[in-house]
């Protein structure tokens, strides 16, 4: 049940009994899954300074591939429904093909990606929590339709865009921007409006975990791991060096919930 029928149900309540009572119960779990759910963006790439062109290939490739079915593995251990999709950063004079996954609890997302920034050995994994409050920091998501991947970030390139990721569903475009303060406001508003895009607001707290040197970056991640797993009496670390998920592959990642 969409956010919209839910606040028509509330102004009309006098529409029979039972029914009404199912309906209330569907916007509260509705609203409490919202609430709960965490963004976690990570990407399997190390290398420096990929080109659009590049990112856009490695969607492709087997690294990409091979990291999306693990991440969809420990995804399922972990949370209860989990979202796995495809997706490519967008960053000022570089890119890189990355993933997003929604649908788990901010702790659980956290340890997801610690897990996983360990495995592919990333210098740093970000988690949103649209739970967290007394924060000013925002998650921009926008909507649309474009027929071409690149013109998408052709766009976001002409908007100056900084720290987005673009998820393509062919013909749906989704676009993500993490914001600390309100330098990109304008940006993203007038690539909505240039776009016909729909526009959701999700406020919230960012956490970027690791480190700008990829061996402290590993460190961080061990750390945080050991200590989530010792409280949480779970061993996923253990199966990181595994030929089980190194020899993992999907075809194809499941699409973000609107």
């Not at 039972?18 to 409490?32: D, G, K, N, P």
């Not at 492709?60 to 950063?89: I, R």
Request: proline residues 3%.
């Amino acid at each position: 049940m969409a956010r919209a029928s839910c606040a028509k149900l509330m102004r009309n309540p006098n529409r029979g009994g039972l029914l009404f009572l199912r309906s209330i119960l569907c916007c509260v779990l509705f609203a409490a899954a919202g609430a709960a759910q965490s963004f976690l963006f990570v990407s399997p790439n190390t290398r420096d300074h990929l080109s659009d062109e590049d990112a856009t290939d490695s969607l492709n490739s087997f690294e990409q591939k091979n990291f999306l079915a693990v991440e969809k593995y420990l995804a399922e251990k972990l949370c209860s429904h989990p979202q796995v999709a495809d997706a490519e950063g967008i960053y000022l004079g570089n890119a890189e093909n990355g993933t997003l996954v929604t649908g788990c609890a901010n702790n659980k997302a956290q340890y997801l990606g610690e897990l996983l920034g360990r495995y592919a050995h990333q210098k740093s994994i970000l988690v949103f929590d649209p739970s967290a409050k007394n924060s000013d920091e925002r998650l921009f998501i926008l909507a649309f339709t474009a027929a071409h991947p690149a013109d998408v970030i052709k766009e976001l390139r002409k908007y100056n865009l900084s720290g987005a990721t673009v998820i393509f569903e062919d013909p749906a475009v989704r676009v993500y921007v993490w914001t600390t303060d309100h330098s990109q406001d304008a940006a993203v508003h007038a690539l909505a409006e240039a776009e016909h895009a729909t526009l959701r607001e999700v406020r919230g707290k960012g956490s970027l975990i690791g480190s700008d040197d990829r061996t402290a970056a590993q460190d961080v991640f061990d750390e945080h791991i050991r200590a989530y797993e010792r409280k949480h009496h779970l061993s996923f670390s253990r199966l990181l060096l595994t030929k089980q998920l190194h020899d993992m592959v999907t075809r194809r990642a499941s699409k973000v919930p609107k």
